[in-house]
C-alpha cells in the first residue's frame, strides 16, 4: 500500500479559501482514482471529490462549485481547492487512493478505495 500524507488544513474565517495537498509515495498515475474525503465529529466519513486518471472528476452535491480536486504526476501530489469555505465545512480531511478500476459510480465511498492517509484539521469560523 501506498503512503499517502495531507496538509494543508487550518482555521479560516468564513468564506475564505485553503488548499489542501496529499502527496502520494509513489507515483500518484499508478493509481486510477483519488479522492478527498472529510469526516465531522459524529458524523460519518463523507466522499466530496474524486479523479480518475484522465482526469475524470467528480464531486458531492456539497461541494460542487466551491472545491476543485486536480492532480500534479510531476511530484505525486493531489490537491483539493476549497473556496468560499462555510462552518459546515469543518471537519478532519482525508486523502484516498485507488490503484486498479472499479466501477466509477463508487467512487464517492470510503469502500471503494484501499490507501489512506492520516488526516488534516480543517475549522471554519462564521
Known amino acids: 500500500q501506498a503512503q499517502l500524507v495531507e496538509s494543508g488544513g487550518g482555521s479560516v474565517q468564513s468564506g475564505g479559501s485553503l488548499r489542501l495537498s496529499c502527496a502520494a509515495s509513489r507515483y500518484t498515475d499508478d493509481y486510477v482514482y483519488m479522492a478527498w474525503f472529510r469526516q465531522a465529529p459524529g458524523k460519518e466519513r463523507e466522499g466530496i471529490a474524486a479523479?480518475?486518471?484522465?482526469?475524470?472528476?467528480i464531486y458531492s452535491d456539497s461541494v460542487k462549485g466551491r472545491f476543485t480536486i486536480s492532480q500534479d504526476n510531476g511530484n505525486n501530489t493531489v490537491y483539493l481547492q476549497m473556496n468560499s469555505l462555510k462552518p459546515e465545512d469543518t471537519a478532519m480531511y482525508y486523502c484516498?487512493?485507488?490503484?486498479?478500476?472499479?466501477?466509477?459510480?463508487?467512487?464517492?465511498?470510503?469502500?471503494?478505495?484501499?490507501?489512506w492517509g492520516q488526516g488534516t484539521q480543517v475549522t471554519v469560523s462564521s
Open positions: 479523479i480518475a486518471r484522465g482526469a475524470s472528476t
Open positions: 484516498a487512493a485507488r490503484p486498479y478500476y472499479g466501477p466509477r459510480g463508487y467512487r464517492l465511498l470510503p469502500s471503494f478505495y484501499n490507501s
